[in-house]
């Protein structure tokens, strides 16, 4: 199995279809994985006791997308992601385990159970049903 660094980013014809991060990434205070203007932003912080992150809340921002993003984080177990295309060729595979994260941002991809794992995943919403939110390799 090839080591990964801490952070890989997976493009594609100039486009990042995916970030892969290895826990126990190493941050100064704060590292933002995306750029901002990606359709979902991804930050890791290393802050010590008595850090204050000031009291706030969001904005409400109208803003629209043409895709959907997706963040998993592998809380435990490991996986095997393959990272596609738009044509659905394999552009890039990972095994993913325990305190991984890792972002979608274009492309397709899919996620292959090596052992039980337990994961969390996070994407913009509201979602519509996957009739209206996917294409499936397999039905084309």
Do not use: C
């Not at 279809?17 to 290895?22: E, H, N, S, T, Y």
């Not at 750029?35 to 010590?48: E, K």
């Not at 990272?83 to 979608?104: K, M």
């Amino acid at each position: 199995m090839p080591v990964m660094d801490d952070v890989r980013v997976v493009k594609n014809g100039g486009k990042v279809l995916a970030i892969f991060v290895r826990k126990g990434l190493s941050v100064d205070q704060a590292r933002f994985l995306t750029d901002p203007d990606d359709i979902l932003q991804m930050g890791v912080f290393d802050r010590q006791a008595g850090y204050v992150v000031p009291a706030h809340r969001h904005l409400d921002l109208l803003v629209k997308t043409q895709k959907s993003a997706e963040f998993l984080y592998i809380e435990k177990g490991k996986a095997k992601v393959t990272v596609f295309d738009d044509a659905w060729s394999p552009v890039a595979e990972e095994t993913v385990s325990g305190g991984d994260f890792l972002l979608f941002l274009d492309g397709g991809h899919s996620v292959e159970m090596l052992e039980p794992t337990r994961f969390i995943e996070v994407k913009q919403g509201p979602y519509p049903g996957d009739k209206k939110a996917k294409v499936f390799r397999d039905s084309l």
